[in-house]
């Protein structure tokens, strides 16, 4: 099994940043792409960004193009998204996702681990 602890989130106003960190643990050899996806309240979940193992490959969504970078460090089992011109309709929850093909999908059902999430709040 692997598990999946996000960090970082918090309350910002409109134009700050935030950095999320997920920090994976267990069976993280079988580990091969990560991802992010957000939750607000009354909303299904989206997809928020993506990265391969090799980091050579990122996928990002439309909402966030430009604003939100995603990188990680194999070294540390941990993938990080650098959330910056933050908005009021980011405020969600914010979960980190493992999928063990290595493919770099964009839905929720391809993904293998999830973490708990963490409440990003962006304030006008």
């Known amino acids: 099994q692997v598990q999946l602890v996000e960090s970082g989130g918090g309350l910002v106003q409109a134009g700050g940043s935030l950095r999320l960190s997920c920090a994976a643990s267990?069976?993280?050899?079988?580990?091969?792409?990560m991802g992010w996806f957000r939750q607000a309240p009354g909303k299904e979940r989206e997809f928020v960004a993506a990265i391969s193992w090799s980091g050579g490959r990122t996928v990002g969504a439309d909402s966030v193009r430009g604003r939100f970078t995603i990188s990680r460090d194999n070294s540390k089992n941990t993938v990080y998204l650098q959330m910056n011109s933050l908005k009021p309709e980011d405020t969600a929850v914010y979960f980190c996702?493992?999928?063990?093909?290595?493919?770099?999908?964009?839905?929720?059902?391809?993904?293998?681990?999830w973490g708990q999430g963490t409440q990003v709040t962006v304030s006008s």
């Open positions: 267990g069976r993280t050899f079988s580990i091969n792409t």
């Open positions: 996702a493992a999928d063990r093909s290595g493919m770099v999908h964009t839905t929720a059902p391809e993904y293998d681990y």
